[in-house]
C-alpha cells in the first residue's frame, strides 16, 4: 500500500501525541462543590458520595487553603439548614448571619483569592425540599423569584464573587442582575444554571444536604430530558438576562447539549458534573470493575472536548493532586 495519508503516523509515540493532542484539562478548569455544615471541628462523611465530605467552617478553611495550594481557583458554596431553621419562604436563606453568608466570609478570610460561587435555590431552606415556595401543592415562580433575589444580593453582601441560580425558575437571571445593579454590586457576577435538566443524578446530593423534594418531583421547573432544542432556548434567554456563564447539568449525559451551546454561544459554558456520576464511577471503581482514575480523567477531558470551559466536579481536588504530581 502506498497510502498518503496514515493517520496512525501522529499516534507512533506519547511525544507526537503530545504535539497533536487537542483538549488539556488544568486546574483553571474546575468549581469544587462544598458542602458546609453548623458546627466544629465536623468533617463527615456523605455516605452515598465515597471520600466526600460535609465540613463545619473551621475546617472548610483549613480545606480552602489546600485547594488553594493546589492551584484550584473557585470553590462553589452548598449549606446543610438544620430542619428546625426550614419554611416554606426560605427565610433563613436572607438571614445576614446565615451559614452561607458566615461560610462566604470564612473562604475569604482563609484565602482572599479565591473565586466564591454560591448556590441560590431555595430547597436547602424549604421545608418542601423544592426550590421555590409552594402553594396549594404548586411551586410559584414570582414569589419564588422575589426572594432568589434577595437572596443573591445577600450572597454578594457577603462577599461572593459569583451567584449561581440553580432553581429554573422563569426571570429570575433578569430580577437578580437588576437587584444587584441597584443595589451597588454590579461587578457580582451570575453563573446562571441555564439547561438544568429534572434529572435522577441528583439523588445523592439531595441525601447529602437532606433536601430531597417532600412531595412530587422537580419537573414543573427543571427541564425534561427528552428536549434537547429548548436548552438553547432557555440558555439564549439566561444571556440576555444578564447571565456571564451559563451552565448544562448533568454532565456527561448531556453532552450534546454543552456542543449545541459551544456552536451558538460566545460566553464561557460550564459544566455540572453531578453527584450520580460521581457516585457511579465510585461505586463501580470501587467493586474493581474500572479503573477509578483513568475513566475519572477521561469523562473530565469528555467536558473539555464537548466544548466546555470550566467543571464543577467533585473529582476536581483529586485531578488536582494528581496534575501535581
Ligand atoms: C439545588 C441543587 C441541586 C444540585 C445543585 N443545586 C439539586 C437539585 O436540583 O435537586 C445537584 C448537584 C448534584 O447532584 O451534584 N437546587
Not at 485547594?67 to 436572607?94: S, Y
Not at 438571614?95 to 430547597?123: F, H, S, W, Y
Not at 409552594?134 to 459569583?162: C, F, K, R, W, Y
Not at 470501587?286 to 477509578?292: C, M, R
Amino acid at each position: 500500500m502506498h497510502l498518503l495519508q496514515r493517520n496512525r503516523r501522529l499516534r507512533q509515540s506519547s511525544s507526537i501525541r503530545a504535539l497533536v493532542q487537542e483538549n488539556h484539562l488544568t486546574t483553571d478548569d474546575f468549581i469544587v462543590p462544598l458542602f458546609v455544615v453548623e458546627g466544629k471541628g465536623i468533617k463527615e462523611e456523605i455516605s452515598a458520595m465515597p471520600d466526600y465530605y460535609r465540613m463545619s467552617l473551621d475546617l472548610l478553611s483549613k480545606e480552602v487553603k489546600e485547594l488553594w495550594a493546589l492551584g484550584l481557583k473557585a470553590v462553589l458554596l452548598f449549606v446543610k439548614v438544620p430542619d428546625t431553621l426550614k419554611d416554606n419562604k426560605g427565610t433563613e436563606a436572607l438571614n445576614p448571619n446565615g451559614l452561607m453568608q458566615r461560610a462566604i466570609g470564612c473562604v475569604k478570610e482563609a484565602v482572599p483569592e479565591m473565586v466564591v460561587l454560591t448556590d441560590v435555590a431555595l430547597d436547602p431552606y424549604s421545608s418542601f425540599g423544592h426550590d421555590g415556595i409552594v402553594e396549594n401543592n404548586t411551586i410559584v415562580n414570582d414569589p419564588t423569584v422575589e426572594v432568589l433575589a434577595q437572596m443573591a444580593l445577600s450572597h454578594a453582601q457577603a462577599g461572593a464573587d459569583i451567584v449561581a441560580p440553580s432553581d429554573m425558575m422563569d426571570g429570575r437571571i433578569g430580577a437578580i442582575r437588576h437587584s444587584l445593579e441597584t443595589n451597588h454590586f454590579p461587578d457580582t457576577g451570575i453563573l446562571s444554571y441555564s439547561a438544568k435538566y429534572a434529572s435522577s443524578f441528583y439523588g445523592p446530593f439531595r441525601s447529602a444536604l437532606d433536601s430531597a423534594p417532600g412531595f412530587g418531583d422537580k419537573k414543573t421547573y427543571q427541564m425534561d430530558f427528552h428536549n434537547r432544542e429548548e436548552a438553547l432556548t432557555e440558555t439564549l434567554r439566561d444571556l440576555e438576562e444578564g447571565a456571564d456563564i451559563v451552565m448544562v447539568k448533568p454532565g456527561l449525559a448531556y453532552l450534546d447539549i454543552v456542543r449545541d451551546l459551544r456552536n451558538n454561544i460566545e460566553v464561557p459554558i460550564a459544566v455540572y458534573q453531578v453527584s450520580g456520576e460521581y457516585a457511579q464511577l465510585k461505586a463501580a471503581a470501587k467493586l474493581g470493575l474500572v479503573d477509578e482514575n483513568s475513566l475519572m480523567y477521561e469523562q473530565l477531558i469528555a467536558f473539555k472536548r464537548a466544548g466546555a470551559n470550566l467543571i464543577a466536579s467533585y473529582f476536581a481536588k483529586k485531578v488536582a493532586e494528581q496534575l501535581r504530581s
